[in-house]
RNA sequence: GGGCCAGUAGCUCAGCCGGUAGAGCAGCGGCCUUUUAAGCCGUUGGUCGAAGGUUCGAUUCCUUCCUGGCUCACCA
């Protein structure tokens, strides 16, 4: 608990003198009319109507027996002219006891005042909620048709931990949310053309798997049994190809225990996508259409501003093989080469190899060295190689890789897809592989799910499945530069 | 985890080659019944992130720690 202040002290002060003129700060409910921008688009019809209005004070500007305020609400701002004369004395004292941040709800006549600003004309005046405590005062004015801010509260760290702060003084961070959220649903949209199963399957697990990562792990009391947070959906979703549904998604939250960082936070969002009878060729088309559709669909357009680099996302995207984009920025083809010689040459391009690495992790390190940073524009890297990728399907012309793609945009992969590896034997093979790593001491190697193999011993139809990092994908079209300003409330330590 | 930077009033920030703190906004009091970063007059408010050290004296110098940011390493 933090000590009561003098700004809380004043506040508590009128709370009580609001009991005492029998005015209830907490009331139960409140019939408004229309929010704020309703009245400012519908001026020409409610110029001189009554409405209702509810928000939160946010400045305030007395004038001894006349004021004006401006409320906000969940669509923007509006400004309210009280006098005196008007409301009446009970009232008047009322306002006298408001400060900003309380929220109210205002029953008056719509008008424009002198100076062009549509406003209400306040006949009466109920407090809904009493605020204890000071909210940073952010003040602006538009100048040259754009808002100028002053002072705004901008300390990361307390924006962070109370974001509810944050949310109420800075109209561009409720934006951005905003922008998650018509994303998230816009591509709900685009999915369920398809009518693909939107589902959910467990975040505990008792084996995790779908991806190389260090998980969380918790302890299940009753069943006196440990279990993993989820690090990816896909083992489960695969099942439920297998079960008879041939399209099935599922937005979720996945775990990974690790560091953070400005694209890394220990729980983030990721859509999973798995296809029947469809194969990674097709998903990046799919791929393609979905993100530059939502894209269009919440920004209105395709080519959007990232960090101060203009990114076009219309289809077709570019499609480059991955030892085929090493060489492009390396001038090394590295493709035929095995461990010890693919050790060499990332030792001679300044990559510390370490000696749990196999040829697959060297050949990524590789990649994200010197190509990944450079890929801008959406690109599909493609065709990466068996040992980098336990759980996708070899390729159909070159046993060495697999058909793997990930989407890189503006030097970041968004995502990973392949056509699933659906051949039992050949996944417990991978398994395998990934078993013997893990004994050389790669924490992060995958590990061996017999009830998965048994699923897919029962036959699993060719698939295409795709995971998205929605968090880096709203990242990318809210021109955000860190994961923690696309999370409500990123991962931090205790106060 | 390494490197760099930061933490002073509710918010945004000054100050600091040592002499126990200032501004703007907010708040409080006064004037003001169409203002808009309203204005004018007055005024309250701080264990200067924490602990130790040096010193007659530390917000200022030193050490350690805490919290955060950026960055490198690892990763989606």
């Known amino acids: 608990m933090d000590e009561l202040n003098q700004l809380i002290l004043q506040r508590r002060d009128k709370l009580e003198k609001l009991h005492k003129l029998g005015i209830n700060p907490y009331p139960y409910h409140f019939d408004r009319t229309h929010t704020s921008q309703e009245i400012i688009d519908q001026f020409q019809d409610l110029n001189e109507k009554g409405v209702s209005v509810a928000g939160r004070i946010m400045s305030n500007r007395q004038m001894g027996k006349a004021a004006f ?34 929220i109210v709800g205002i029953f008056g006549k719509v008008f424009k005042t002198r100076t062009g600003e549509i406003s209400i004309f306040c006949q009466k005046l109920e407090l809904l909620s009493k605020s204890l405590r000071p909210l940073p005062i952010v003040k602006e004015k538009i100048e040259d048709d754009h808002k100028v801010v002053f002072d705004p509260f901008s300390d990361k760290e307390l924006r962070y931990r109370q974001r509810y702060v944050d949310l109420v003084v800075n109209p561009h961070v409720r934006e951005v949310f905003i922008k998650r959220s018509k994303i998230i649903t816009g591509m709900r949209q685009f999915l369920d053309q398809y009518e693909f199963l939107e589902v959910q399957t467990p975040i505990l697990q008792p084996l995790y798997g779908g991806a190389t990562a260090r998980p969380f792990v918790t302890h299940h009391n009753a069943l006196d049994m440990k279990l993993y947070l989820r690090i990816a959906d896909e083992l489960y979703l695969k099942r439920l190809i297998i079960g008879g549904f041939e399209g099935v998604y599922e937005f979720g939250n996945d775990f990974r225990n ?64 991955l030892f085929e984009g090493i060489k492009e920025y390396t001038g090394i083809d590295i493709s035929q080469m095995e461990e010890e010689a693919l050790r060499n040459t990332a030792e001679d391009l300044g990559i510390a190899a370490e000696n749990s690495w196999g040829s697959g992790k060297i050949i990524d390190e590789i990649f994200g060295e010197f190509v990944e940073p450079k890929l801008i524009q959406p690109t599909f890297i493609t065709d990466y190689p068996v040992e980098m990728s336990p759980l996708a399907k070899k390729h159909r012309e070159n046993p060495r890789l697999v058909e793997r793609f990930e989407p890189i945009i503006a030097g970041k992969e968004i995502g990973n897809a392949f056509s699933e590896l659906n051949d039992p034997l050949d996944q417990r093979e991978r398994f395998e592989a990934q078993m013997n790593l893990r004994a050389k001491g790669d924490e992060e190697a995958q590990v061996l799910d017999e009830d998965f193999l048994r699923a897919l011993e029962y036959g699993m139809p060719p698939t295409a499945g795709l995971g998205i990092g929605i968090d880096r994908l709203v990242m990318l079209l809210t021109d955000s530069a860190s994961i923690r300003d696309v999370i409500f409330f990123p991962q931090m330590r205790p106060e």
């Not at 669509?75 to 408001?98: A, H, N, S, W």
């Not at 799919?286 to 203009?310: D, P, R, W, Y």
């Open 69 to 102: 305020f401006h409320l906000q609400d969940m669509k923007g701002k509006i400004q309210v002219y009280l006098k005196k004369d008007e409301v009446g004395d009970t009232e008047f004292e009322l306002y006298k006891l408001l400060d900003i941040g309380d």
């Open 258 to 321: 690790e560091g953070i960082d400005r694209f890394h936070n220990p729980e983030f969002t990721q859509m999973e996508l798995y296809v029947a009878y469809k194969d990674y060729a097709w998903m990046m088309e799919f791929t393609e259409n979905m993100v530059s559709q939502t894209a269009h669909k919440v920004l209105g357009n395709m080519k959007i501003k990232f960090q101060n680099q203009t990114i076009d996302l219309t289809p077709p995207w570019k499609r480059l093989p």
